[in-house]
Nanobody, 115 residues
Framework: QVQVVESGGGLVQAGGSLRLSCAVSGSILSMNVMGWYRQPPGKQRELVASFTKGGSTNYADSVKGRFTISRDNAKNTVYLQMNSLKPEDTAVYYC?????????WGQGTQVTVSS
């Protein structure tokens, strides 16, 4: 069973930065898609950023130019660098990894941006 564990969340002031990490127990090279989602308080979960096995990346319009998704294949870890954070970025951030017929989610990490 593949396990996905997020870390790096916390409280930061507006304009600050955080880097989230997502450690996967299996090889991320075997995953077709890896990504970050977030769920703001009282709202639905939404895609933040993702990349495919082929190297294509995708970002939500609201984070383009501020967030960067990256990976370290040797460490089986995916990162989300978040800069210029805004109060509206406050949410629980989830990492997901997927391959044909299987999808894995972490428990989430809280990010709170104060104004």
């Amino acid at each position: 069973q593949v396990q996905v564990v997020e870390s790096g969340g916390g409280l930061v002031q507006a304009g600050g930065s955080l880097r989230l990490s997502c450690a996967v127990s299996g090889s991320i090279l075997s995953m077709n898609v890896m990504g970050w989602y977030r769920q703001p308080p009282g709202k639905q979960r939404e895609l933040v950023a993702s990349f495919t096995k082929g190297g294509s990346t995708n970002y939500a319009d609201s984070v383009k130019g501020r967030f960067t998704i990256s990976r370290d294949n040797a460490k089986n870890t995916v990162y989300l660098q978040m800069n210029s954070l805004k109060p509206e970025d406050t949410a629980v951030y989830y990492c997901t990894a997927s391959r044909p017929f299987r999808e894995y989610w972490g428990q989430g990490t809280q990010v709170t941006v104060s104004s």
